[in-house]
């Protein structure tokens, strides 16, 4: 849940001279403060306090035992020391710098394109058609550096003839390209949509809605309001994209290197019918819900 917290859309920026609303306002012409480009920046700076929480994330999604998040965060800082909470930390920046900036500049083209002449706002339908178009390209674009993400911190978890052993998000991203071929840059591409689109039409309505309660009920507009409204959409978010963001981390994990085994054991990768039939039998419905917290 925290995670989507550090990736939620600040939905007003407020300055000494100007206040933008990104939902329900005019477009605003980019500045240094506005730009896509800084959203995505903000998201990396926060990727670097979040990394450990999204590491222990994948650890509990693709175990297929019941673990605890602390039973396995003192599992990584026994084995790897305290910086093994960091592995993958240059996917998890290209991923943002990706995923982040992508989503939002599609989402701020869409409302443009939407734009009534007449300068009402827009409606339900189309802004939600433009969160869902947002999400979409985030989730392509962003895939590839999702991939390395969930592999570079599932790494330590696997045994060693297994390990691809990625020594950054340029090693890995050139690695798969060489042992699995250009078709392994969309391994999970489904999942990672649904997940995608859910998680940002997720934020944008509820964010909205969480605001215009509290402001209705007489709160006035400030931090707490928003922080409120963030936290209630954060937790909407992860509760929705929760199940899509298991299988997409067991498809991703569950692929192996051609080369990277030793032992000369080739897996076959598993569709994502396989990947959801498998879960349910062996592990049941909660475990969907992996990682939640």
């Known amino acids: 849940m925290f995670l989507l917290l550090a990736e939620q859309i600040p939905i007003e920026f407020q300055s000494t001279s100007t206040k933008i ?3 329900y306002s005019e477009p605003v012409v980019a500045t240094p403060l506005t730009g896509p480009w800084s959203v995505g920046v903000s998201a990396m700076a926060a ?3 979040t990394h450990p929480i999204d590491l222990i994330k994948v650890h509990l999604q693709t175990s297929q035992t019941r673990t605890g998040a602390l039973q396995a965060t003192r599992r990584i800082v026994h084995e790897m020391g305290i910086f093994g909470l960091y592995n993958g930390l240059s996917a998890a920046l290209l991923r943002q710098g990706t995923y982040t900036m992508t989503r ?5 083209i869409a409302k443009d394109y939407l734009r009534h002449a007449d300068g009402s706002h827009l409606t339900g339908g189309e802004i939600a058609l433009a969160t869902l178009l947002s999400g979409a390209a985030g989730g392509i674009v962003g895939n590839p550096a999702e991939i390395l ?13 297994m390990r691809r052993n990625y020594k950054s998000a340029a090693h890995g991203l050139v690695a798969m390209i060489r042992d699995e071929g250009v078709r392994s840059l969309a391994i999970g591409l489904a999942p990672s949509l649904v997940r995608a689109t859910l998680a940002t039409a997720s934020q944008f309505v509820s964010y909205d809605t969480f605001k215009e309660w509290l402001l209705n009920a007489g709160y006035p507009d400030s931090v707490a309001v928003h ?8 937790l909407v978010a992860t509760t929705v994209c929760s199940p899509a963001d298991v299988i997409k981390s067991r498809t991703m994990a569950a692929l192996r290197s051609q080369q990277s085994s030793a032992a000369g054991v080739h897996i076959r990768p598993p569709s994502l019918w396989h990947t959801c039939s498998s879960i349910y039998r062996s592990e049941g419905l909660r475990a969907f819900f992996k990682g939640w917290v």
């Open 21 to 23: 609303t990104c939902i």
């Open 47 to 49: 990727s670097c306090f």
């Open 104 to 108: 939002f500049a599609v989402y701020d």
């Open 149 to 161: 993400n969930v592999r570079m911190q599932n790494d330590q978890s696997l045994p060693p003839y």
């Open 227 to 234: 922080f409120t409204a963030s936290f209630a959409a954060g």
